[in-house]
């Protein structure tokens, strides 16, 4: 029976033989590399995710410090118009 495959010399199969074995091994090699990459990046990711929430919520207590500082201006100027107010109304007064 013909396979259609040429018979391999002894020779050219142990070639054969070690070049598949090179590619297996440099395969796995490559495959355990991507692997170490793969858990390095996730530890990253991790660390990044975590820094993103701490950053997010000291954005968020900033936010909130600043609403408070703007409504105090507010306030200020609203007292400060006030007696503005009433120091114009005084010199009406004392002119009289």
């Known amino acids: ?9 002894p020779a050219q199969r142990s070639a054969k033989i070690e070049r598949d ?3 297996r ?3 796995n090699m ?3 590399r991507l692997q170490k990459a793969e ?3 996730q530890a990253l990711t991790a660390a990044q995710r975590n820094e993103n929430s701490c950053l997010r919520h000291h954005n ?10 703007e409504n105090i ?14 120091n114009l ?7 009289l």
């Open 21 to 23: 074995r090179r590619r």
């Open 30 to 32: 490559e495959f355990e």
């Open 39 to 41: 858990t390095e990046l």
């Open 89 to 95: 109304g005084l010199e009406q007064t004392m002119k």
């Open 25 to 27: 091994r440099e395969r």
């Open 73 to 86: 201006i507010h306030q200020l100027r609203e007292q400060n118009r006030e007696l503005q107010q009433k």
């Open 60 to 69: 968020e207590r900033l936010n909130d410090m600043v609403s408070i500082l």
């Open 1 to 9: 029976m013909v396979t259609g495959r040429r018979q391999l010399t």
